[in-house]
């Protein structure tokens, strides 16, 4: 039986759409996403798997987020379908700090929270949204219609300066100067315990992490390679360091993958960081509660130079860390002095 819901139109998904089936006794034992793929004409597997992994689909009242949860008779299952994004991102009022602009080019300090370009489950909101609505029209169709003006993205959780193109010239250019390595880029970031040698190289290929997809991983085939200099700038006896990291290369993650696999995960990384380390015990009370606490990976995209694309002048952006890493720092210091 299929109950649909809100007025579906698959033609014209505008609203979120509810749509429930009953396992039969003759559909049991399938793949949850073979079996709704079989059940229902109107989306490709590939798109109900992607649903199922965005925490769309319940059965029996429980969220499910495997593909491939096996159906059972009697089941009830309900999958609901947001409503359609625009194809074109929209002009957002979106809160940055602008550190330079031309007609080329914007270069800007991405805070903490914001996510550069829309994707599923991030389709409005975006450093994107706010692009557009500051340069203008204009903006739109930069190097794609998704991702108009980027040339390089951080993390959602990770603040710090970003330079976006507002021509195509620009971000062809850039986009060669950043795939060439021809970009500075530095990083500050607190990891767990204290890294040996204090100064030194973190290298490894990194690729997609074949047990959870949404998390990247050194891997000895079919990965890309990426090496990572890093200076421990601070120790915080031996529990916790504040580092610099200096990108060779540009890799997903790079930065958390490479201190993770070394023992070292940074502070608050809620993917790499899945158990309470080790090295937070030696650290006083008020230091330990403030770093099991940190609300997310404690790294800040510090510095950026490059090449302006049109006049050939060399550009270097610096930003200090942001007020929550900072606090972080000063409570580190407790009992260090």
Sequence with gaps: MVIMQNGYDPSLPVKETSISFTVTPEQAGERIDRFLAATMETLSRSRIKSLIEEGHLACDGICIREPAAIARAGMEVVL???????????????????????????????P???VVHPAPGNETGTLV?????????????IGGERRPGIVHRLDKDTSGV?????????????????AARRIDRAYLAFCWGLPNPAEG?????????KRDRKRMA????????????????????????????KLATG?????????????????GDPLYLRRIPAASRVLPSAARAAALDFPRQALHAARLGFTHPRTGEKLLFETPMPEDMQVLERSLKVDQE
């Design 80 to 110: 609901t379908i947001p409503p359609a994004a625009p194809a074109v991102p929209q002009g957002e009022d979106i809160a940055f700090t602008v550190l330079y602009e031309d007609d080329d080019l914007i270069v800007l300090d991405k």
């Design 112 to 114: 903490a929270g914001l």
């Design 129 to 141: 949204n706010g692009l557009i609505a500051h340069c203008g029209e204009s903006l739109k169709g």
């Design 162 to 178: 970003m330079v976006a193109a507002k021509t195509e010239m620009a971000h062809q250019a850039l986009s060669e100067d950043f």
């Design 201 to 209: 190289d973190f290298e490894g290929a990194i690729g997609r992490d």
């Design 218 to 245: 050194l891997t000895p085939k079919g990965g890309k390679w990426a090496l990572t200099h890093y200076r421990t700038l601070q120790a915080f006896g031996t529990g916790a360091a504040l580092v610099a990291c």
């Design 251 to 267: 890799r997903t993650h790079q930065i958390r993958v490479h201190f993770s696999a070394n023992g070292h995960p940074l502070i």
